[in-house]
Nanobody, 124 residues
């Protein structure tokens, strides 16, 4: 049974930083790409960032490029999302997810397992 547990969310002022973590268990973590998505109230769940199995390849939504950095530590079965220069429009519940091998990094259906989410609130 794959489990993904996010942590690190909270409330910050615009311009601040947060680091999200997602601890995985129940699978061979290093064999799966991982992604972060977010969902604001009343909106669809959107792609934020993703990372390949070894961490050598990363992918970002245009809205977070240059501000967010995704990374992973396969020894700890954990994926991270460093978020800098946060804006009020970054406010959302952030989810990590495990990608199915061979599928796109950018689309929700490509991910088989999801965490419960962690709230990020950015005030102006």
């Amino acid at each position: 049974q794959v489990q993904l547990v996010e942590s690190g969310g909270g409330s910050v002022q615009a311009g601040g930083s947060l680091r999200l973590s997602c601890a995985a268990s129940g699978s061979t973590f290093s064999t799966y790409g991982m992604g972060w998505f977010r969902q604001a109230p009343g909106k669809e769940r959107d792609f934020v960032a993703a990372i390949g199995r070894t961490g050598g390849n990363t992918y970002y939504a245009d809205s977070v490029k240059g501000r967010f950095t995704i990374s992973r530590d396969n020894a700890k079965s954990t994926v991270y999302l460093q978020m800098n220069s946060l804006r009020p429009e970054d406010t959302a519940v952030y989810y990590c997810a495990q990608k199915r091998p061979g599928s796109s990094y950018y689309t929700l259906p490509a991910y088989d397992y999801w965490g419960q989410g962690t709230q990020v609130t950015v005030s102006s």
